[in-house]
């Protein structure tokens, strides 16, 4: 099917008959701009093939005019049979028709039927795919009737194009396959591979471990027993060796050897503790001869040292107290120097402060009369606010202006509705005429045509009176009457008899707002924030100055000469800081060479003291002395060498008799410890002998051994079942891919145009694109931009529409604001792929892009108006 031209009237603004003329094949192009057409033009078409000329429905009363009317389409097609003109009329009387030439074709239902053959059967057929409505980017865009039918277009084209439809993803019988896999699975597996809680592989699983564990207790109390019976034989054995009676001898004997070894020793230590007692007497008797000498020697040095400090301490202390006492008078002077600055400052300072305060006295007097007078002009604004508030709450505001506007064109738009199915009558006077014809009363004008919806009378002059009788009652005539109570009540609620008397009570009322406004920011320039703010001003301005005003002199002269006499006190300061700094540093040295000579006299007190003590002492004496001491020291020494050569070592004959010792109380305490721990070994043994434990290991190893095969065996079967579901999941995919080959390999050179090497991966369920590969990312389309989701949804139906072509069902590619987010790079490459398709194709673009579409090329269209 080719179309060759469109005709619309009475659809939307198109009231007098338009026609699009000159549709060829390969790309033709209407571009215009917005509010046009365009989108009348596509809805009137779709209307036409796809809407009952018998419809009342939503998309057909939005095809009427606002003034009413009954749509009429009509277009010229070309098939293989040859040239036919299918024309569709609602409302009013309804018709459909197909005509070839001047030889009627068909009509009403039966032209329905001939359409729908046309088209390739059911509701939309193959033009569902191809057909884009303004506002529909995706592939599954749309209402879900819409949705559905294209849905099933691509079904079945694909379906008729590929002869694959039972081993394609939907066939039966590898759907049975896969169930069938599915549910064997699922009898032993969760969706993610796990056991099934429940199922044979979990209670498999589940005895397995249960046996694995009783086995492992069973063994670990079996190696528990055969732990006990090597330990008891361990313990018999270490008791006979220590029990036997050659060990109980060597023991004794080792032990009486030592006890005899160690009190020879003991005796022979009196002898050498005597030796060393002589000989620490004399080591202090000479250590005390050496000390008195070197002390006598010390103090004498000490002496002379303290006298030639205390000599030097003295002349230092006297030079600082003579620095103390200069640095004292100078602070002193510039002390009395900054307090005589600090008064000159204070007076200036004074001066400045009651000139500031006779200046803000004066400037506050000028401020409160500035505020009094603000607040006596905001108080006048506000009583004229008051009165302009009142006149502008009278009358309808805007929303009530607004409905009454609507419920006018309302009325309005009822009547027209109503007169255009109405009875009409025109009379035409006669020259020289006898009388007038007069209905209710009045004559009718000459020429005007009088509407009649119900039975009407007219008089005629001289003849009588004539009944028309229009026939059944318009539908339209309650809307009329609805409007006309809804418009009435509207009115009488607003108090005003017309919806001109409302309007000018309307304008009356916005005049009264608009003074209003100037009112309220009138007093908003008076008083921002208020009256009460102005009057908060006004307290707290400072009380007024007295009359008498005290004659100062000027402000800036009192400034300059307290500046100066603050740079003076600063100036001041620093030195008398700077004086006091010097005078601490020497109270600081005088303190510290005061503290130097107390020092140095203690000092030279004590060394005279110590030498007081030592006056009676002789030197040579104490040297003598220290020289008698050392000797015997030394004398001392030679005895206890010659006492510790021939005296026995204590220490070993002690450690042998406490090794002897420990070895015997060892084998004691052994003995006590193995005679109970044998018993309770014995005892233990004989209990665990009676529970048979290494039978019922023995035979728990057996049951585990089998629920171990049968584990085995259940595991291998869902390993099976997987195996098999990836198999059968991959005949699949491979039976889908050649099920989408024919559209794909259509699509393919179309992608490339866009992305070199792109490709679709198709969805199952829906027939349409999933997701883009490019660049080796695979991208879902959801993801993708706007732009890019358009060009895909195109190329997808250039691709079905070149299918259904070489299926012998040529339908044309209709676009409406197509490509609206493509940007200017591809959008070449999009008509590029549009004129690549139009070899053996139909495509019709309407757009409002007049600059971007300039380019497209192909036939140019125009919207023209027929005689």
């Not at 779709?46 to 939503?58: E, M, N, Y």
């Not at 203690?602 to 008698?628: M, P």
């Not at 079967?717 to 999941?729: D, I, S």
Request: proline share 3%.
């Amino acid at each position: 099917m080719r179309l060759r031209s469109i005709t619309l009237k009475d659809v939307r603004r198109f009231i007098e008959p338009v026609r699009i003329d000159g549709i060829t094949d390969g790309v033709n192009v209407l571009c215009a701009p917005n509010e046009f057409g365009k989108s009348t033009v596509f809805d009137a078409l779709r209307a036409l093939f796809f809407v009952p000329h018998g419809s009342t429905k939503k998309d057909i009363k939005h095809l009427r005019p606002h003034a009413g009317g009954a749509p009429e389409v009509s277009v010229e097609v070309q098939t293989p049979d040859g040239l036919f003109v299918i024309s569709k009329r609602w409302f009013g009387k309804s018709a459909a028709k197909v005509m070839r030439g001047d030889v009627l074709i068909a009509q009403a239902d039966e032209a329905e039927a001939w359409i729908s053959r046309l088209l390739g059967g059911g509701d939309g057929g193959p033009s569902g795919l191809l057909w884009v409505r303004q506002g529909l980017l995706g592939l599954s865009d749309g209402e879900k009737s819409e949705q559905t039918t294209a849905l099933e277009a691509r079904r079945d084209l694909l379906s008729s194009v590929t002869g694959e439809v039972e081993t394609m993803t939907g066939g039966r019988r590898m759907d049975a396959a896969l169930a069938r896999c599915h549910e064997e699975l699922f009898a032993y597996a969760t969706a993610t591979g796990r056991p099934k809680a429940g199922g044979p592989w979990s209670d498999a699983i589940q005895e397995v471990e249960t046996l694995s564990a009783d086995r492992d207790k069973l063994a670990s109390q079996v190696e528990l027993l055969q732990s006990a019976l090597d330990e008891r034989r361990r313990h018999r054995d270490e008791l006979a060796d220590l029990e036997a009676p050659d060990a109980v001898a060597e023991r004794k004997s080792r032990l009486d050897a030592a006890e005899a070894a160690f009190a020879a020793a003991e005796a022979y230590t009196g002898k050498v503790k005597a030796a060393e007692q002589a000989l620490q007497t004399a080591t202090l008797v000479a250590d005390r001869a050496r000390q008195e000498l070197k002390v006598l020697r010390d103090a004498r040095i000490e002496k002379s040292a303290s006298e030639t400090a205390e000599r030097l301490a003295s002349e230092h202390l006297v030079k600082a107290q003579d620095e103390l006492a200069r640095h004292e008078k100078a602070l002193a002077e510039a002390t009395k120097a900054h307090d005589e600055a600090e008064e000159e400052r204070k007076h200036a300072d004074t001066l400045v402060r009651r000139i500031q305060a006779q200046t803000s006295a004066t400037a506050a007097r000028e401020r409160r009369a500035e505020l009094e007078e603000r607040i006596e002009k905001a108080r006048s604004c506000r009583e004229k606010v008051e009165a302009a508030k009142a006149t502008a709450s009278v009358g309808p505001d805007d929303r009530q202006m607004e409905k009454l506007r609507g419920l006018s064109a309302a009325l309005t738009t009822a009547r027209a509705l109503r007169d255009s199915t109405a009875t009409r009558v025109t009379m035409r006077y006669a020259p020289n005429r006898a009388g007038h014809v007069q209905q209710a009363g009045k004559a009718l004008a000459d020429g005007r045509e009088l509407a009649i919806h119900t039975d009407t009378v007219l008089h005629l002059e001289g003849l009588g009176e004539l009944t028309v009788h229009p026939g059944e009652r318009p539908a339209d005539i309650g809307d009329v009457s609805q409007a006309e109570a809804d418009l009435a009540e509207a009115l009488t609620w607003l108090g005003v008899s017309s919806v001109e008397d409302a309007a000018r009570a309307h304008q009356k009322r916005q005049e009264a707002k608009s003074k209003l406004l100037q009112l309220e920011a009138e007093f908003r320039g008076h008083a921002p924030r208020g009256i009460e703010d102005l009057q908060k001003q006004i307290a707290a301005l400072p009380d007024a100055p007295a009359q008498d005003i005290e004659e100062l002199p000027p402000l800036d002269e009192a400034e300059v000469k307290l500046q100066s006499a603050s740079r003076m006190v600063l100036e001041l300061r620093a030195r008398m800081n700077a004086a006091r700094d010097q005078r601490d540093k020497a109270r600081t040295a005088h303190t510290t060479a005061l503290v130097r000579k107390e020092e140095a006299e203690r000092r030279l007190n004590s060394a005279i003291e110590a030498l007081g003590r030592l006056a009676q002492q002789d030197e040579d004496a104490l040297a003598a002395v220290a020289a008698q001491a050392n000797e015997k020291r030394l004398e001392a020494e030679n005895d206890l060498a010659e006492a510790q050569s021939g005296a026995p070592d204590i220490a070993a004959a002690k450690a042998a008799l406490t090794r002897a010792q420990s070895i015997e109380d060892a084998a004691r305490i052994r003995i006590e410890e193995l005679r109970p721990t044998i018993a309770a070994l014995d005892e233990r043994i004989r209990g665990s002998a009676g529970e048979a434990v290494e039978e019922r290991l023995q035979e728990t190893e057996e049951k585990l051994e089998a629920a171990e095969m049968r584990l085995a065996c259940i595991a291998r079967e869902v390993k099976v079942l997987e195996r098999l579901q990836a198999t059968l999941e991959a005949a699949r995919s491979a039976a889908r891919d050649r099920y989408f080959e024919p559209v794909a390999g259509e699509l393919r050179p179309l992608l490339h145009l866009l992305w070199p090497d792109a490709e679709l991966n198709w969805a199952d369920d829906t027939l349409l694109p999933q997701s883009l590969i490019r660049n080796g990312q695979e991208e879902t389309v959801d993801i993708l931009s706007a732009g890019t989701q358009e060009q895909i949804a195109l190329l997808v139906r250039l691709a079905f529409a070149r299918l259904l072509s070489k299926d012998g069902r040529h339908a044309p590619v209709i676009l409406d604001d197509a490509l609206v987010f493509t940007d200017d790079d591809r959008i070449e490459r999009m008509f590029d792929a549009l004129h690549r398709q139009a070899s053996d194709l139909q495509i019709i673009v309407l757009s409002c892009r007049q600059r971007a579409f300039r380019d497209l090329g192909g036939k140019a269209l125009q919207i023209s108006t027929t005689d």
